[in-house]
């Protein structure tokens, strides 16, 4: 678990993984559909957030559900994200 890392310009696997207290400044954060991430008290700086493996299928799937008449559907999973479940 990185603890006050520093992390500049850098591509960061973070399935699985544990940050405290960390900046990411400038990367590319990577989430390929395994264990979530956990991040406490971190900061990002221009980060680039990237989705691979199956959680770009999981994102093709919602774009599919949406493009054959499933807005609806896909509008209500984005509200209840955005809302925290509330």
């Known amino acids: 678990m990185p603890r006050g890392a520093i992390f500049n310009h850098e591509t960061v696997a973070l399935d699985g993984e544990s940050f405290e207290q960390c900046e990411f400044r400038k990367c590319r954060l990577v989430y390929a559909g395994g264990p979530l991430p956990s991040f ?12 691979e493996e ?33």
């Open 40 to 51: 406490s008290e971190c900061r990002f700086d221009g980060c680039e957030w990237k989705y």
């Open 54 to 86: 199956a959680a770009a299928r999981t994102l093709a799937y919602l774009r599919l559900v949406w493009e054959l008449g499933g807005k609806a559907s896909v509008q209500g999973l984005i509200k209840e994200v955005t809302s925290g479940g509330r």
